[in-house]
């Protein structure tokens, strides 16, 4: 995997910066990149994107929305609704990591 800075500006790009924030990231860096919390629950976390990366995540990722339905990503189809500075899916990770 390449290497890349994550600070506050940070907006990712491509496939890879997706597989390493949604697989390896710490808490700290998905604070630092605003990545919401939106429901813990017997021990995992869905993380919900930042709302303006919609226009960056990679057609066809896979994503967990808000009613724990898993999909994948289609740009102009899947949902941009913005609450708090998120989109209404992400990720799920262990609690513990």
């Known amino acids: 995997m390449k290497k890349f800075k994550i600070d506050k500006n940070f907006k990712p790009k491509y ?6 924030i949604t697989k390896k990231a710490t808490k700290q860096e998905l604070k ?17 994107f930042p709302s303006d990366w919609y226009d960056f995540i990679p057609e066809n990722y896979p994503i967990i929305d808000i009613f724990d339905k ?7 189809k899947s949902d941009n609704d913005r609450r708090y500075g998120c989109l209404p899916y992400g990720f799920i990770r262990e ?3």
Do not use: C, P, R, S
Not at 15 to 20: A, I, L, M, Q, T
Not at 70 to 76: E, I, M, T
């Open 32 to 48: 630092k990149l605003n990545v919401g919390v939106f429901a813990v629950e017997n021990g995992k976390t869905l993380y919900l």
């Open 95 to 97: 609690q513990n990591f």
């Open 70 to 76: 898993k999909k994948l990503f289609k740009k102009g």
């Open 15 to 20: 496939k890879y910066h997706f597989d390493y």
